[in-house]
């Protein structure tokens, strides 16, 4: 098992390159279980979590619709797709990692990109949007650390009825 460490691993590296950004499966959620004469479990937590702006070009049901579209926006745009080693499994009706993933612990799991990248992926759009549902797949764009650089993101879209931004609280703290 892995430690935790302030530096990304390998899966979590932001890099201009088609390495992505893996993480925690979309269901994982922090403990919230702090005491108020104990500051570091609050510190601890508050630290876990980051706020980013996804933008997202489109969003729906059909993984492979999808994934045409990724590569429409990729070759029109010139954006690099960054899948993060995932692929969608029929059988399971999920997007994942493969059961052979050199990390063992999030292998055959999804998980989310969660720290700023300008490259495109299929994401699970409840990883980033409260009340989304369950099984929608997000095109998404790229991960943000300001609203400037979001909207500027969104505008490079247009004219498009179904792209758009949103603030997210992402946790990136330790998953292992």
Do not use: W
């Not at 403990?31 to 980013?52: G, H, I, N, Q």
């Not at 052979?100 to 949007?129: F, H, I, Q």
């Amino acid at each position: 098992m892995a430690a935790c460490k302030s530096k990304p691993t390998k899966h979590e590296q932001d890099t201009t390159k088609s390495k992505t950004v893996k993480v925690l499966p979309a269901s994982f959620k922090a403990s919230s279980k702090v005491t108020p004469t104990d500051t570091s479990d609050f510190d601890e937590l508050r630290d876990a979590y980051a706020d980013y702006y996804v933008v997202v070009a489109d969003t729906g049901l059909n993984y492979y619709t999808l994934r045409d579209r990724m590569f429409d926006l990729s070759r029109n745009a010139g954006l690099t797709i960054d899948t993060g080693g995932q692929y969608y499994d029929k059988q399971k009706d999920m997007i994942r990692l493969p059961d052979n993933d050199e990390d063992e612990v999030l292998a055959g799991e999804y998980v989310m990109r969660r720290y700023p990248s300008k490259t495109l992926s299929l994401e699970y759009l409840a990883s980033y949007k409260d009340n989304s549902a369950e099984k929608t797949i997000a095109l998404v764009t790229g991960i943000y650390e300001n609203k400037a650089s979001a909207d500027s993101a969104l505008e490079a879209l247009q004219p498009s009825k179904t792209a758009f931004a949103i603030k997210s609280h992402i946790y990136i703290g330790c998953i292992h």
